[in-house]
């Protein structure tokens, strides 16, 4: 016989933000009553709510009666994808720019940029603010220069 105090316990002991998926849990149906199944349901809803974590729940559909669907469903909520930001192309045109100088070990400076793409200082300070607002990139002050370095979200562009 499934024990649900088992799965609860392993719940609790997995870090915040984590994924989790319970396969098959039309078999967990089959070796309880309906009842106790949705209460199982409702506390997953309410440790993945309160543990910060997400758990994926998986089943047979047709294994359930329209009635113990429905309310499955009501515990439950889909999972969405996300869309991730489109870049304009002369957004991107800069990534790459410090993408290419940055695996080099070299952090180019906003002129270097200019030179590069060919584009006004004034631009260059409008695109790569926007670009350090969206945690593309972060710029520091070496010397009299401004040196530009991509963030994780930046780098993840170009993996």
């Not at 998926?21 to 949705?38: A, G, H, P, T």
């Amino acid at each position: 016989m499934p024990n649900y105090d088992e799965i609860e316990k392993y719940l609790n002991g997995i870090p915040r933000k984590s994924f989790v998926l319970i396969d098959r849990v039309d078999y967990l149906l089959s070796k309880n009553s309906s009842s106790k199944f949705l209460s199982f349901v409702h506390h997953l809803r309410e440790m993945a709510y309160l543990k910060g974590i997400t758990i994926i729940i998986s089943a047979d559909s047709e294994l359930f009666s329209n009635f113990e669907m429905k309310l499955v469903e009501k515990e439950t909520s889909n999972i969405s994808l996300i869309e991730k930001e489109k870049l304009p192309d002369t957004m991107l045109e800069i990534l790459k720019f410090v993408y290419k100088k940055n695996i080099i070990g070299i952090k180019p400076t906003l002129s270097d940029i200019g030179k590069d793409i060919n584009i006004t200082r004034p631009t260059i300070g409008k695109r790569i603010n926007h670009l350090v607002t969206s945690n593309y990139l972060t710029v520091s002050v070496k010397g009299r220069n401004k040196v530009v370095e991509l963030t994780n979200k930046g780098k993840e562009l170009f993996s």
